[in-house]
T-cell receptor, first 113, second 115 residues
């Protein structure tokens, strides 16, 4: 099992550009989520999905879009990048939405200039 | 709303000694779970230990143990026989039944283990 994979590992964008952060898992997990981590902060939830075709907003959803067409993939789209979106982004997955161990990807460091 | 507070931004400990990291939380839920995650310089988030609120017995995982005080809403992590590889950020996190798996994290404690 590769677990949770994220691409790219690093990315630099200019303000206004759009891009998609990729996340995939091979553990047949129903639940997937995206978090961002800023200096001096814990992780904060952006969007989550409890299964293919079902997504919902987390604590900090503005400026991001998600979709879940398959169980394996959960991409995060930045519509028009802003410097405030400079952060490290983590994708996570777990067996179910109920409290359970979440498996995290290695993270993507995004810088918006 | 649920909150998680880690009051120690940084701590250090000598190799082979014991250190305790503090975490307090606030919730009105009765059925919930608490976690400690480790984030080494590699950035990977690694689950260290997990505690179910309905269990009175404190969880242990090898050198890692917790002191769970439900009434005080306190969940501290004790690391015994500290090793250089324990150097990392440690995050306390909270989850509850019906939360849709939304982990709520504290701001973290940076632990340095000194040789």
């Amino acid at each position: 099992n590769a677990g949770v994979t994220q691409t790219p590992k690093f990315q630099v964008l200019k303000t206004g550009q759009s891009m998609t952060l990729q996340c995939a898992q091979d553990m047949n997990h129903e639940y997937m989520s995206w978090y961002r981590q800023d200096p001096g902060m814990g992780l904060r939830l952006i969007h989550y999905s409890v299964g293919a075709g079902i997504t919902d907003q987390g604590e900090v959803p503005n400026g991001y879009n998600v979709s879940r067409s398959t169980t394996e993939d959960f991409p995060l789209r930045l519509l028009s990048a802003a410097p405030s979106q400079t952060s490290v982004y983590f994708c996570a997955s777990s067996y179910s939405p109920e409290p359970y161990e979440q498996y995290f990807g290695p993270g993507t460091r995004l810088t918006v200039t | 709303a649920q909150t998680v507070t880690q009051s120690q931004p940084e701590m250090s400990v000598q190799e082979a000694e014991t250190v305790t990291l503090s975490c307090t939380y606030d919730t009105s839920e009765n059925n919930y779970y608490l976690f400690w995650y480790k984030q080494p310089p590699s950035r990977q988030m690694i689950l260290v230990i997990r505690q179910e609120a309905y269990k009175q017995q404190n969880a242990t995982e090898n050198r890692f143990s917790v002191n769970f005080q439900k009434a005080a809403k306190s969940f501290s992590l004790k690391i015994s026989d500290s090793q250089l590889g324990d150097t990392a950020m440690y995050f306390c996190a909270f989850d509850y039944g019906g939360s849709q798996g939304n982990l709520i994290f504290g701001k973290g404690t940076k632990l340095s283990v000194k040789p």
